[in-house]
């Protein structure tokens, strides 16, 4: 299995930027998927997730209201779309996602990142 991550870039600050995430290989369901990332010095924290269908995100406080994460299963696709972005928002972020393998297992499996730079 394996997460391509696509849509970084330098936007200015108020800018809008659209991440994309694809699971590509052999499994059978994507069973949660995320954002992550990591600023110079910082931890990698979450910032969006959508479980299952979709029915249920959730967000980092500062980034709610103005990112929205969002799936197309059948395209075993997550975006994470950035809206009003801040100098803050700069990082380099990852997507992240549990899947369910064909033997039934469960494992995490990270994409490459990609960086988000927002100028002030």
């Known amino acids: 299995v394996q997460l391509q991550a696509f849509g970084g870039g330098l936007v200015q600050a108020g800018g809008s930027l659209r991440l994309s995430c694809a699971a590509s290989?052999?499994?059978?369901?994507?069973?949660?998927a995320g954002w992550y990332r990591q600023a110079p010095g910082e931890q990698r924290e979450l910032v969006a997730r959508?479980?299952?269908?979709?029915?249920?995100?959730e967000y980092v406080d500062s980034v709610k209201g103005r990112f929205t994460i969002s799936s197309i299963n059948h395209k075993n696709t997550v975006y994470l779309q950035m809206n009003s972005l801040e100098p803050a928002d700069t990082a380099v972020y990852y997507c992240?996602?549990?899947?369910?393998?064909?033997?039934?297992?469960?494992?995490?499996?990270w994409g490459q990142g990609t960086q988000v730079t927002v100028s002030s």
């Open positions: 992240n996602a549990n899947i369910t393998t064909p033997e039934g297992g469960c494992r995490y499996y």
């Open positions: 290989g052999r499994f059978f369901r994507v069973n949660v």
């Open positions: 959508i479980i299952g269908s979709g029915d249920n995100t």
